[in-house]
């Protein structure tokens, strides 16, 4: 079956029943087959490990990624607790502003209301409270600071505010203007018809007639400068007032009171008589401005 022709090869196909079939063919072309399918093989081969390498690489990213993602997640989540715990913060952080701001509103309030119960005309104020909390301060540290900033000027304020009313305070108390006696009106400030029956004299002070032993108090705080006997005025008691005024109560039955002693407005000093130069039981009253005897009902509430 060697053919003559030395490059080219003969193939023989023997079926069952036809005759033999005789194919001739170029050597070469078998090789050439063989050749190619080897190629096909390595090619498929290498890339079949491609492929597989690469899936297993894509599978680790794919893993990685994964991993990557719920980190993200988490860290997200975490960051999304923060932020609510900060908004809940500041929302908290608000209303105590807020509620701070009301509380300081009320305590102006309070205060004009007393500086002008007290008569405080022109109030000196601290630090520069009334001044509001923007909402860009509000960022829980920051408002924090401007809070307390806030109160302290107000604390400042209000300390400087309580001496102003104490002060104011203390002035009121001194002022002889308490009514000293319960009783009956009986004289007034000024010329009057003598009640010795003696002409006209000048009556320094007002009277006021009640039942022996009627308390009489103190018209404003002082010291007490006299208490004993002083001629047609009986038993008297003098208070200096520790500023412009003096007040002097006579015809008293008993004295309670010395002198140096320290007394308090509305306290009781003596008990209503008719000692001295007097025509019935009552309280003979003087006040004294700067020295000069002056209308009481100038002066009483
Ligand atoms: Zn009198």
Excluded at 189 to 212: T, V
């Amino acid at each position: 079956m060697e053919s003559k022709d030395n490059s080219k090869i003969c193939i023989m196909i023997i079926p069952h029943t036809e005759k033999v079939k005789r194919i001739t063919v170029s050597k070469w072309i078998p090789k050439a087959i063989i050749t190619s399918v080897a190629a096909i093989v390595v090619t498929v081969v290498i890339f079949f490990n491609y492929m597989s390498s690469s899936k297993l690489d894509l599978k680790e990213d794919y893993d990685n990624s994964l991993v990557e993602i719920s980190n993200l997640k988490k860290e997200y989540e975490d960051k999304e607790k923060e932020l609510k715990k900060l908004k809940s913060q500041n929302s908290e952080l608000y209303e105590i502003t807020s509620e701070v701001e009301n509380k300081l509103a009320e305590i102006d309030k309070l205060q004009r209301q007393l500086e002008k119960m007290a008569g405080i005309k022109s109030p000196s104020r601290g630090g520069n409270v009334g001044r509001e909390i923007k909402p860009e301060e509000l960022e829980t540290e920051k408002g924090l600071e401007v809070l307390k900033e806030t109160l302290d000027d107000k604390e400042r304020e209000l300390e400087v505010f309580i001496d102003e009313l104490e002060e104011r305070f203390e002035y009121l108390e001194r002022v002889p203007d308490l009514w000293p006696a319960a009783g009956r009106f009986t004289s007034g400030f000024g010329n009057r018809k003598d009640p010795f029956g003696k002409g006209i004299r000048f009556h320094q002070g007002i009277d006021i007639a009640n039942s022996p032993g009627t308390d009489i108090k103190a018209a404003g705080k002082g010291t007490v400068t006299f208490a004993g006997n002083k001629g047609g005025y009986g038993k008297v008691i003098i208070i200096d007032h520790g500023n412009e005024y003096n007040t002097l109560y006579g015809h008293n039955q008993k004295l309670l009171v010395d002198v140096g002693d320290k007394v308090e407005k509305g306290q009781v000093i003596a008990n209503m008589g008719s000692t001295g130069r007097s025509t019935g039981t009552h309280l003979h009253f003087e006040i004294h401005k700067n020295g000069n005897p002056i209308n009481p009902l100038d002066i009483l509430e």
